[in-house]
């Protein structure tokens, strides 16, 4: 699975870089209520100009990505300054007020995370296999503290298509068995993923719980 990714981004197969901010950010993000000068965790973020629009609404932005082809893609595209320092095993790349942080989601820890105040997963959540969605669930729980407000772009494929991916199918169901221990969610709208016939998004807010939620 990580070979496939890394894969794409070596031979540019990545129609599912967007040329532009993702509508459902756009449309939703402002009714979240996130304060200004919030830092945003962006898991698996690839080149996402979502990150930059972000930014342009006085947002830090912290992404994770394990495609170097990426984040030199991101910076190159963006112009600008670029400062480049190494945290634990990952090493950073920071273009204004975006982080891009080239490594394993997995290994990024809480202590790393003290800042995160928010998070955005437009392509995160669709490109883990079933076996990982549970691990990549519970992690971001970790790293985001109570209160903490977001979205999640799911992805459901058209009947007896449902077992191929990535992206994959990922039900309205199976986002509450993930993430309702930790977070409340709130359905915000289900849409087609333009480019990408049979496919529907699914748009979810969500609130990581506090000890008594």
């Known amino acids: 699975m990580v070979h496939e990714w890394l894969d794409r981004w070596r031979e540019g197969r990545i129609g599912f870089h967007r040329p532009e901010a993702h509508p459902a950010l756009v449309r939703y993000w402002p009714q979240l209520g996130v304060r200004a000068g919030t830092k945003v965790l962006v898991p698996l973020c690839g080149k996402s100009l979502d ?7 006085d947002h830090p932005v912290l ?8 984040i030199e ?6 112009g600008g300054s670029v400062s480049r320092y190494r945290q634990g095993p990952f090493e950073v790349c920071r273009q204004g007020s975006v982080e891009l942080w080239h490594g394993d989601f997995f290994h990024f820890h809480i202590d790393q995370a003290a800042e995160i105040g928010a998070f955005y997963d437009r392509a995160a959540l669709i490109a883990l296999p079933p076996a990982t969605r549970q691990r990549y669930a519970f992690h971001l729980a970790q790293l985001t503290p109570p209160g903490a407000r977001g979205l999640v772009v799911a992805l459901t494929r058209a009947p007896g298509d449902e077992a191929a991916g990535p992206p994959f199918h990922v039900p309205a ?5 993930l993430f309702e221990p930790n977070f409340q969610l709130t359905h915000l709208e289900d849409d087609e993923a333009e480019g990408e016939s049979g496919f529907r998004e699914s748009i979810w807010a969500m609130v990581r719980r506090g000890p008594s939620t």
Request: charged content about 35%; overall charge negative; aromatic content about 8%.
């Open 173 to 177: 169901e199976e986002v509450r068995e």
């Open 51 to 57: 990150m930059r629009w972000l930014a342009s609404h």
């Open 63 to 70: 992404g994770i990505e394990l495609a170097e082809e990426a």
């Open 73 to 78: 893609q991101f910076v190159a595209e963006g």
